[in-house]
């Protein structure tokens, strides 16, 4: 079981960006691929970017060039900043790992 906690949401013009932090407990960070999902309000949930245990990366096309997913495995935390933002992006984002999810951290993203 692997509890994850994301912070680093809040409310950001367009153009702005901000950094999301996931930090997990548990065993075998290193060893597990992370990713980030998000939802918005009435939509369904997507991922925007994941990153494998050796470090290889994928994103929506809707985050590439714009979002960076990494990974510190010494604290345990993955990051995702997020560059040149969009009222689009507003949306609850999530960090997940196999089936444990986190509880999600609003971020705005106003015009």
């Known amino acids: 079981q692997v509890q994850l906690v994301e912070s680093g949401g809040g409310l950001v013009q367009a153009g702005g960006s901000l950094r999301l932090s996931c930090a997990a407990s548990?065993?075998?960070?290193?060893?597990?691929?992370m990713a980030w999902y998000r939802q918005a309000p009435g939509k369904q949930r997507e991922m925007v970017a994941r990153i494998t245990s050796r470090g290889s990366t994928n994103y929506a096309d809707s985050a590439k060039g714009r979002f960076t997913i990494s990974r510190d495995n010494a604290k345990n935390t993955v990051y995702l900043q997020m560059n040149s933002l969009k009222p689009e992006d507003t949306a609850v984002y999530y960090c997940?790992?196999?089936?444990?999810w986190g509880q999600g951290t609003q971020v705005t993203v106003s015009s």
């Open positions: 997940a790992t196999e089936s444990n």
């Open positions: 548990g065993s075998f960070f290193s060893l597990r691929d």
